[in-house]
């Protein structure tokens, strides 16, 4: 709900997330949790949009989908739009908000800084992408899509940050930076889409991102989409 606005906090569109959990009947409407960017690790902050971007799957493999939400348009400190990611990790009673990760381009082990227009976070995805056996466990990889990012000279060129996860989540050790092939192009906005799934038959998932305004011979903005 990233339209929210928190009684009695400065400004407009702190945004929150509202979870329905399942039961074998489908969806119970009596067991819900509405939360906000303060019951993470963050403050309701003016246009913040928290949970504009959402993205979940078993991130710790522990058999409990974990939740990643991305703040594109959150300031850190003075940087205008530079965006965040929140992770919430589950266990059998549900999502636990006090087990938990924040994530910016300042983060240790993020190949890159926090720069205004960034928006890390506006696209999200969870995949296996290093699974070495159909038969292991499932430990999903957090990929983060930063489409504002300038690249040199090319602004808004876009890039896509992958998490690799240990049984404690996501870890920024070992982690990719990933550019559009071939070189940026302004206004491409590489990573504005993110899709992590199984193609193949090899155990591991493939990566889908999306460059809706790249520059081909046919078209200013025509788009184009990799695959990993």
Not at 43 to 68: I, M, P, Q, W
Not at 159 to 177: E, F, M, R
Not at 189 to 208: E, K, N, W
Request: some cysteine.
């Amino acid at each position: 709900v990233y339209g929210e606005a928190w009684s009695g906090v400065a400004g407009d569109h702190h945004g929150a997330v509202h979870l329905f959990y399942g039961s074998p009947a489908g969806l119970d409407g009596t067991r819900d949790l509405l939360f906000g960017e303060h019951q993470l690790n963050g403050l309701r902050e003016d246009g913040d949009r928290f949970g504009e971007v959402l993205a979940a799957g078993d991130l710790d493999g522990d058999g409990f989908d974990d939740l990643a939400i991305g703040l594109p348009q959150a300031d850190c400190s003075s940087t205008v739009q530079a965006g965040a990611v929140s992770v919430a990790f589950a266990s059998a009673g549900g999502l636990d908000l006090v087990r938990r990760q924040f994530w910016t381009q300042d983060s240790t082990g993020i190949g890159d800084t926090v720069e205004s227009g960034d928006q890390f976070g506006g696209a999200l995805a969870t995949a296996d992408l290093d699974k070495s056996s159909l038969i292991a466990p499932e430990r999903r990889d957090l990929i983060i899509g930063s489409p504002g990012e300038d690249d040199g000279a090319s602004l808004a060129a876009g890039t896509v940050h992958v998490l690799y996860s240990d049984a404690d989540g996501p870890n920024a050790a070992g982690s990719q930076q990933l550019f559009r092939p071939g070189g940026s192009d302004s206004n491409a906005r590489f990573g504005a889409v993110l899709l992590g799934a199984r193609f193949g038959s090899d155990p591991a998932a493939d990566l889908v991102v999306s460059a809706p305004g790249a520059f081909n011979p046919e078209a200013q903005g025509s788009g184009e989409v990799h695959l990993y």
